[in-house]
């Protein structure tokens, strides 16, 4: 394990180096994909359980809170980022998938999620 | 310390429903699911839940009981009538292959069969019944099947389930553990169990669709479902959940799906057969 | 009302067995706030939040390593179906990852099969842990 891991290490330094990460730069456009992420059905499907105040959000579900008062409730929107990506280390028995334990979603669109639901 | 907490636990699991083969307790877990929806809705009668959702959404009651008014499934269960008064090549027909000619028995399926050493549920009989006579077997999930199954249910209308897990075959009581196991184990890419949206999540909002309760959830089988537009059977509806966990879904009739729905029917023992149905 | 008490009462005695946070934990939690490529330390060591099979598809993008790295996700994947809990999507990205070589784009074919061995990998263990977990949601 601690082999692999070193190797691990060592490799994602490097590639840290070689390859730049397409992150959307332009802070509106993640915003756009984290929307798009949110909504869509074969993405984040966040909508089906969690309602938010987006005109363009119809027929949400509520198996899960409200997307509301998201800066009051995680402060460190880096907690927030962990929820997302796997909710059932709070709560085993969660309906919420995990969307980056499971690779549901990528850590990009993740990250753009987190910006979306952010502003409410 | 240690000790103690190992005191506290067996006193927890002396009261459970049973996890393995030596304590799993089918009763106390019928006992324990109605209790449960007792709890959440107690303004619903246990003997509505053969109803799915609408016994428990007053809401969309309303508009399936008008569906019901003029049943969706109504020329099914005549085609199926139909095909299981039509003699075989061979001139015999379903009924000289089921007890009481195969009419008021839905409520005894699934069982377990000592001989062959596994659940049987009822389409796995039709088939075997026509390939006994000659005939090739029908598919799973639709069609033909699912009418000679309505048929079935149809004629036993009003009659309690009532399950057996018989205790001389050690086996019987491992179907269901098995079945129950599939049940609330989380699995697929979503990471849901069937608990997770049908004890945990009945009757809360996923987008516009509202889950359904797991008690009485076999009793109206096979069913007419607007989504599909046409009847389909219970291991159909099987798959179908079984994907939504983006998982590769079992095949119809697989054996682990045989034991959820032995599991299931133990469930609703004491419930009675209302199939066929109609749902959203 | 019992159980809720035992809980509690393990809860209050949690402390004092608190173990170390394991490896598998510290990476999961930094790589749930951090994304991947996000170096944290543990154990007085350096690490990153990479996936093993991120690192495996970050070789010279060749024919010969997108097809090594696609038969790994196969047998991965074969694995995961024996079990019974293999994920849906699985097969169809082995098959996009078989696709982009047969279009010679290796790349995308090395980091489709990464993701398919990990999904096949992280069903494994979710085959595990529901072995172990799986009578929490019984009603009692």
Same mark, same amino acid.
């Not at chain 1, 490097?14 to 509106?28: E, G, K, R, W, Y």
């Not at chain 2, 399926?109 to 005939?135: D, M, S």
């Not at chain 2, 036993?156 to 098995?178: G, H, N, V, W």
């Not at chain 2, 046409?230 to 966990?245: A, F, V």
């Given at each position: 394990?601690?082999?692999?891991?070193?190797?691990?290490?060592?490799?994602?330094?490097?590639?840290?180096?070689?390859?730049?990460?397409?992150?959307?730069?332009?802070?509106?456009?993640?915003?756009?994909?984290?929307?798009?992420?949110?909504?869509?059905?074969?993405?984040?499907?966040?909508?089906?359980?969690?309602?938010?105040?987006?005109?363009?959000?119809?027929?949400?579900?509520?198996?899960?809170?409200?997307?509301?008062?998201?800066?009051?409730?995680?402060?460190?929107?880096?907690?927030?980022?962990?929820?997302?990506?796997?909710?059932?280390?709070?709560?085993?028995?969660?309906?919420?998938?995990?969307?980056?334990?499971?690779?549901?979603?990528?850590?990009?669109?993740?990250?753009?999620?987190?910006?979306?639901?952010?502003?409410? | 310390?240690?000790?103690?907490?190992?005191?506290?636990?067996?006193?927890?699991?002396?009261?459970?429903?049973?996890?393995?083969?030596?304590?799993?307790?089918?009763?106390?877990?019928?006992?324990?699911?109605?209790?449960?929806?007792?709890?959440?809705?107690?303004?619903?009668?246990?003997?509505?839940?053969?109803?799915?959702?609408?016994?428990?959404?007053?809401?969309?009651?309303?508009?399936?009981?008008?569906?019901?008014?003029?049943?969706?499934?109504?020329?099914?269960?005549?085609?199926?009538?139909?095909?299981?008064?039509?003699?075989?090549?061979?001139?015999?027909?379903?009924?000289?292959?089921?007890?009481?000619?195969?009419?008021?028995?839905?409520?005894?399926?699934?069982?377990?069969?000592?001989?062959?050493?596994?659940?049987?549920?009822?389409?796995?009989?039709?088939?075997?019944?026509?390939?006994?006579?000659?005939?090739?077997?029908? !598919?799973?999930?639709?069609?033909?099947?699912?009418?000679?199954?309505?048929?079935?249910?149809?004629?036993?209308?009003?009659?309690?389930?009532?399950?057996?897990?018989?205790?001389?075959?050690?086996?019987?009581?491992?179907?269901?553990?098995?079945?129950?196991?599939?049940?609330?184990?989380?699995?697929?890419?979503?990471?849901?169990?069937?608990?997770?949206?049908?004890?945990?999540?009945?009757?809360?909002?996923?987008?516009?669709?509202?889950?359904?309760?797991?008690?009485?959830?076999?009793?109206?089988?096979?069913?007419?479902?607007?989504?599909?537009?046409?009847?389909?059977? @219970?291991?159909?509806?099987?798959?179908?959940?079984? !994907?939504?966990?983006?998982?590769?879904?079992?095949?119809?009739?697989?054996?682990?799906?045989?034991?959820?729905?032995?599991?299931?029917?133990?469930?609703?023992?004491? @419930?009675?057969?209302?199939?066929?149905?109609?749902?959203? | 009302?019992?159980? +809720?008490?035992?809980?509690?009462?393990?809860?209050?005695?949690?402390?004092?067995?608190?173990?170390?946070? +394991?490896?598998?934990?510290?990476?999961?939690?930094?790589?749930?706030?951090?994304?991947?490529?996000?170096?944290?330390?543990?154990?007085?060591?350096?690490?990153?939040?990479?996936?093993?099979?991120?690192?495996?598809?970050?070789?010279?993008?060749?024919?010969?390593?997108?097809?090594?790295?696609?038969?790994?996700?196969?047998?991965?994947?074969?694995?995961?179906?024996?079990?019974?809990?293999?994920?849906?999507?699985?097969?169809?990205?082995?098959?996009?990852?078989?696709?982009?070589?047969?279009?010679?784009?290796?790349?995308?074919?090395?980091?489709?099969?990464?993701?398919?061995?990990?999904?096949?990998?992280?069903?494994?263990?979710?085959?595990?842990?529901?072995?172990?977990?799986?009578?929490? +949601?019984?009603?009692?």
């Amino acid at each position: 394990m601690r082999k692999l891991t070193t190797s691990l290490c060592a490799a994602g330094l490097l590639a840290m180096f070689t390859s730049a990460p397409a992150v959307a730069d332009n802070h509106a456009d993640q915003i756009a994909l984290g929307k798009a992420v949110y909504m869509g059905k074969s993405r984040g499907n966040c909508i089906s359980c969690h309602a938010i105040d987006d005109p363009d959000a119809n027929l949400a579900g509520n198996q899960g809170p409200p997307t509301i008062a998201m800066k009051t409730r995680y402060p460190d929107k880096r907690k927030l980022r962990a929820q997302i990506w796997d909710a059932s280390k709070n709560n085993p028995l969660t309906i919420m998938p995990p969307l980056g334990k499971h690779w549901i979603l990528s850590e990009e669109e993740i990250d753009a999620v987190v910006e979306y639901i952010y502003q409410f | 310390m240690g000790l103690t907490l190992a005191a506290a636990s067996q006193v927890t699991s002396a009261a459970d429903s049973g996890f393995n083969l030596e304590t799993v307790d089918p009763e106390a877990d019928r006992i324990a699911l109605q209790k449960y929806f007792k709890a959440r809705f107690p303004e619903s009668e246990i003997s509505d839940y053969v109803n799915g959702i609408y016994a428990v959404d007053a809401a969309s009651r309303e508009q399936w009981e008008e569906l019901e008014e003029f049943p969706p499934y109504e020329f099914d269960v005549e085609k199926g009538e139909e095909l299981f008064n039509t003699p075989f090549a061979n001139g015999k027909g379903y009924a000289d292959c089921f007890e009481n000619g195969g009419i008021g028995i839905r409520q005894n399926y699934p069982y377990w069969n000592k001989e062959e050493g596994t659940v049987k549920t009822l389409e796995q009989e039709i088939n075997e019944c026509r390939e006994a006579n000659g005939e090739k077997p029908l !598919k799973w999930g639709k069609g033909e099947i699912a009418q000679v199954s309505a048929y079935m249910a149809w004629t036993s209308r009003d009659k309690e389930f009532d399950i057996q897990i018989p205790t001389d075959d050690k086996r019987a009581m491992a179907a269901y553990l098995d079945g129950k196991k599939f049940f609330y184990a989380k699995r697929g890419q979503l990471n849901l169990s069937c608990a997770n949206c049908h004890v945990q999540g009945t009757n809360i909002a996923i987008r516009a669709d509202l889950p359904s309760p797991q008690l009485g959830h076999v009793t109206h089988f096979p069913v007419f479902r607007s989504k599909w537009g046409e009847l389909g059977t @219970l291991h159909r509806r099987y798959s179908g959940c079984h !994907k939504d966990s983006r998982s590769n879904p079992l095949k119809p009739q697989a054996e682990r799906l045989r034991n959820l729905e032995y599991f299931q029917t133990y469930m609703s023992n004491g @419930l009675i057969a209302n199939g066929p149905g109609a749902r959203k | 009302m019992k159980k +809720s008490l035992i809980i509690a009462a393990a809860l209050a005695l949690a402390p004092t067995f608190a173990a170390a946070e +394991s490896f598998q934990e510290a990476f999961e939690m930094n790589r749930a706030m951090y994304g991947t490529d996000h170096t944290f330390a543990w154990n007085g060591k350096q690490y990153t939040t990479t996936h093993e099979e991120e690192v495996e598809a970050r070789v010279k993008p060749t024919k010969a390593n997108a097809e090594a790295l696609i038969a790994k996700a196969e047998a991965k994947n074969k694995e995961v179906a024996e079990l019974g809990f293999e994920w849906k999507l699985t097969r169809g990205i082995i098959k996009d990852a078989k696709a982009a070589v047969a279009e010679g784009e290796y790349q995308k074919a090395l980091d489709l099969a990464a993701q398919a061995k990990y999904h096949a990998r992280i069903g494994i263990a979710q085959y595990h842990y529901a072995q172990k977990n799986w009578h929490l +949601s019984v009603p009692q």
